[in-house]
């Protein structure tokens, strides 16, 4: 399950206020460039990356520093930090 509300509990069929999902940094970190091929298209990186295109958010949660929409700040030049598939805990 590629799911970022796994920790949010839901209350009277609503999800409660959002619980993330902690990704912890590692050794095992990859730094990457952002390409153009990937410019706003976090979900394609994951796919690449992941196997799952669903996992988009975790480029967003692992690098809350320099993307606070994991949309339109996922740009092309930025560099970031990719957690390694078994560290994502999910």
Do not use: C
Not at 12 to 28: C, E, G, H, N, T
Not at 29 to 57: C, K, M
Request: no cysteine; proline share 7%.
């Amino acid at each position: 399950m590629s799911n970022p509300y796994k920790n949010t509990p839901l209350r009277d069929f609503y999800r409660d206020l959002w619980q993330p999902v902690s990704i912890a940094k590692s050794r095992d970190d990859r730094t990457i460039v952002i390409s153009n091929a990937h410019h706003q298209r976090p979900d394609l990186l994951a796919s690449e990356l992941y196997g799952d295109e669903r996992l988009f958010w975790v480029f967003w949660q692992h690098n809350k520093d320099l993307i606070e929409d994991p949309i339109h700040d996922f740009v092309a030049g930025l560099s970031i930090k990719v957690p390694n598939r078994d560290n994502i805990q999910i």
